[in-house]
């Protein structure tokens, strides 16, 4: 029997994802629930064992030697807890030893979804082999990670690289995080879908109103729905400009539902990357689609986990003796 399997689970404000992911990235077994994110704690945790009970049913189940999580945030990896701006029922929330518990006590890795998105594209994705990168997921909310000098970088308590609430906007709308202006606040799928609708967008017969659609009416040309898309293209442009200029990253990778728009959302913020990058050192700077798709919560909490194990073995083998 070989011990060569991860536990992922991804949770987000929309759905809780599980899987298990073996050495090469790959996903085994996936199953997800939607998030009950206006419920209690208890509740949103019920749905978090579901997912549990339904990987532990496979016969791989017994491959599986650790658990990895990638988690809206913030997260606090030193504490195991979560509290996830867009589910409320969960502050400070002992997720870790919850999951620990009901995974037989299985060692658990935590971080932010942004943390694992960047993980999953550094090890499966378009960072592959960059040294300097930020990558982001904008989706029902805005995350992001980083890699540095060839490294993962989850800060202190795995929520570096968290671009969603930077301010870009000083006067701008409060944001639930508590502060004003913030990315997430106008690049979010939600807030481009406000946007339009605000501004006079109205959904096709379908009554579709999601920033899905919002793209589609953009493709077609319609002018109201490219500007919600420009003014989020800005907002990102504004902010992996200030992460460039701060520690000099050399790509940006862009996932996410949103990112889904394609050129409706890239082309405006190749352009504006230009305008907001302006020194020497940041000039060259590319921004381009993530690769690994829906799965990069999931196959970055692998990585994370697998991290975990392997700077720990690595600490144990070059330690002093
Ligand atoms: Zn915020």
Redesign the pocket.
């Given at each position: 029997m070989q011990n060569d399997l991860v536990a992922a689970l991804d949770i987000g404000g929309t759905k809780i994802a599980g899987a298990l992911v073996d050495g090469q990235g790959r996903l085994l077994l996936r199953c997800q629930r939607p998030t009950p994110a206006q419920e209690d704690a208890e509740t949103v945790m019920a749905a978090v064992t579901a997912v549990l009970g339904e990987l532990a049913a496979s016969p791989l189940w017994a491959r599986a030697t650790a658990v990895g999580i990638g988690s809206a945030g913030p997260v606090d990896a030193a504490a195991g807890t979560v509290s996830p701006?867009n589910v409320p029922g969960w502050r400070d929330f002992p997720l870790v030893p919850r999951v620990a518990r009901a995974t037989g006590g299985r060692p658990v890795t935590l971080v932010g979804d942004g943390v694992a998105m960047a993980a999953a594209e550094h090890w499966r994705g378009a960072a592959r082999g960059c040294r300097n990168a930020l990558c982001l997921v904008v989706s029902t909310g805005v995350g992001g990670g980083l890699v540095l000098d060839g490294r993962l970088r989850a800060g202190p308590t795995g929520n570096a690289g968290h671009i969603?609430?930077i301010s870009v906007d000083l006067d701008g709308e409060p944001?639930?995080?508590?502060?004003r202006g913030?990315v997430?606040?106008i690049a979010s799928g939600p807030s481009i879908a406000r946007r339009a609708l605000a501004d006079g967008w109205r959904p096709g017969p379908d009554g579709d109103a999601s920033a899905a659609a919002v793209a589609a009416s953009a493709r077609a040309g319609d002018p109201v729905a490219a500007a919600s898309y420009e003014r989020a293209a800005r907002a990102l442009a504004a902010g992996i400009a200030a992460t460039a200029t701060l520690v000099e990253i050399e790509t940006a990778v862009v996932g996410g539902g949103v990112a889904g728009a394609g050129e409706v959302l890239f082309a405006p913020l190749r352009r504006l990357l230009r305008s907001y990058a302006t020194l020497s050192f940041v000039r060259r700077l590319t921004v381009v689609p993530a690769l690994t798709g829906t799965d990069a919560g999931l196959i970055g909490a692998a990585a994370a986990a697998s991290l975990g194990g392997r700077s720990e073995t690595a600490a144990v083998a070059g330690g002093p003796s």
């Open positions: 701006v969603g609430h944001c639930p995080c508590g502060g913030c997430e606040r």
